[in-house]
């Protein structure tokens, strides 16, 4: 395939409100997440950490106003950061070449939530609360369509918790089939009850920090974020090669133990793009930190990659971000490139000892051009992303 | 703007199939691909995707579990949301991990592939009223990158009555099955996506199911008519499927 440039990108998550924060604190091995929820309409009746933007997200001018929920704002946010980019494309390309590829697994949930509780005491809905602008998975892609004035394809993705990861390989085939020519691509997802009581529900919250491929892991911690990456046909720098995506066809919630379906993504982007497996210098894992999840990617990064990629977690630095984690970690993947340094897979020491693959205990020099990036979901959805520093 | 230049990457309809809840038809789609248990769990969205993708991959003669899948739908498991959302309001205890596992935007996607032991590439999307154009371009750009045989299911519950308050439409879901070109037969309809320039603004409001498209488009391509046919309504932005 054609590469798809990234020429510019931004991320928001509990590491920080900007591209530079969020990655100075990545750098340094902080972590974003803390104990209990940080909003009291949220507080669930369990213990856990989770991964909470600060502060107040930005008011949506008027003329988007009708698309009000903190989904939106935070899609408002990241698309303020790289504005300038995303103008100097539209100029190059032109608006009907300029296509827009989100993806979100909440959505405006949250408001839902509200909404559904209003309709339940028979009282009115919320102000300005409507399925289409506000519920809707859609809105965020059409908020951005009409806050950049383009008119190319819009749609979201949304296959769960590797929706975004799907966006950006989505984007990737609207440039190489030549129905667009920029996109503007990535995901965001913002905390609600039902994400954090079903995940509960499912076993799977860790009670304390996450330790993703620590003999100890427990479970994962929610997180809400999302990074937005805008992709050309042409550029310089870090540039997505390919992607591989397989479906488990296994169990709704539980990878294949095997991770047969995880290693055939991995091959595929490896086949898409001619990039060989000895040639990939780090792995950004999809280390949620459950048991089940981390042993079926240990073994199927080991048995396409054995010992050779530094492999790292960075769910332990934001949480799991869900259907914003796929392009949070991609946007890591070029900064990785950019930077030639690999983050320290936080939490995850010691890792368990039998696992087959060779762990960033510490912040690394990144020694090669190509860096592979995991993201797997419910209903049995794998996608691996290919990225390298230049095209081969 | 076409999408699909006339020399190459057409797409070439192998098969197609239509489910909708009108008067005479049965309250719940068979949906053979799911087995009895699996059945009796599944939402009205995912027994209508079951139906569609299973009748219309039959037609085009794929094998069973081989194909990959786009699925499209503006609201997704609206249904079995609601449901969770009615559970969350006595204690966080009574929310189910089945219900909630099945409550994600791809959970006919899972759960179709589970039932047909598909490992293929599947994707879900949403958007809006716009949701059928979009699966049919996404459904270009992955045949156009990959040229392997794809089943494209669009499909619409219909609204939750309390956080919709205008008149209830009906369910309704279509599926598409494509072959690459190396496959394709003199009786394949041969189709082009086309972005027309002169797009109008999207529609604000819910009167019909985002999807109602479904209905017309699926007759309009068992009729065999050659020409032009507007994915979008009077007043959505302009993509178009033609028929060569």
Known sequence: MSPAFCTDFTLCNALGRSRTEVLNKLAAGQTGLQPGVASASLEPPFSTCVGHITGVLPALPPALATYESRVARLTFLLARDIAASVHKAIARWGPRRVAVVLATSTGGLAETETAHRAALRDEPLPPGYGLLRTHSLAATAELLQAMFAVSGPAFVVSTACSSSAKALASAHRLLHTNVADAVVAGGVDTLCSLTLNGFAALGILSPTMCKPFAADRNGINIGEGGALLLLEREGQGPALLASGETSDAHHMSAPDPTGHGAEQAMRLALQHSGVLAADVGHLNAHGTGTQLNDAAEAMAIARVFGRGPLVASTKGYTGHLLGAAGATEAAFCVAALLDQCVPASLGSEPPQPDLEITIASQPQRLASPFVLSNSFAFGGSNISLLFGADTP | ?244
């Open chain 2, 1 to 244: 703007m076409n999408i699909t230049p006339k020399d190459d990457g057409l797409l070439h309809l192998a098969g197609m199939a239509l489910w909708t809840r009108d008067a005479g038809s049965e309250p719940l789609p068979a949906a053979a691909m799911l087995n009895p248990r699996a059945r009796g769990r599944a939402s009205l969205l995912t027994l209508m995707f079951a139906e569609v993708v299973g009748q219309a991959a039959a037609e085009a003669e794929f094998e069973h579990g081989s194909f990959a899948t786009v699925y499209g739908s503006s609201f997704g498991e609206m249904e079995r949301l609601i449901e969770l959302l009615h559970s969350m309001q006595g204690s966080a205890s009574e929310v189910s991990p089945l219900r909630f596992q099945t409550s994600v935007h791809n959970a006919a996607a899972g759960q179709i592939s589970i039932a047909s032991k598909n490992t293929a590439f599947s994707t879900s999307i949403a958007a809006g009223n716009n949701t059928v154009a979009m699966g049919f371009v996404e459904a270009v750009a992955w045949m156009k990158t990959y040229a392997q045989p794809l089943v494209l299911a669009l499909g619409d519950e219909a609204p939750p009555a309390r956080l919709h308050p205008g008149e209830p439409y009906a369910p309704i879901a279509a599926a598409f099955a494509f072959v690459p070109p190396s496959e394709a037969r003199p009786e394949h309809a041969r189709l082009q996506v086309h972005l027309n320039e002169a797009g109008g603004p999207p529609r604000a409001g819910l009167v019909h199911n985002p999807c109602a498209v479904l209905q017309p488009l699926t007759a309009w391509l068992a009729a065999g008519s050659v020409g032009v046919f507007s994915l979008s309504g009077a007043a959505g932005s302009a993509y178009c499927i033609e028929r060569l």
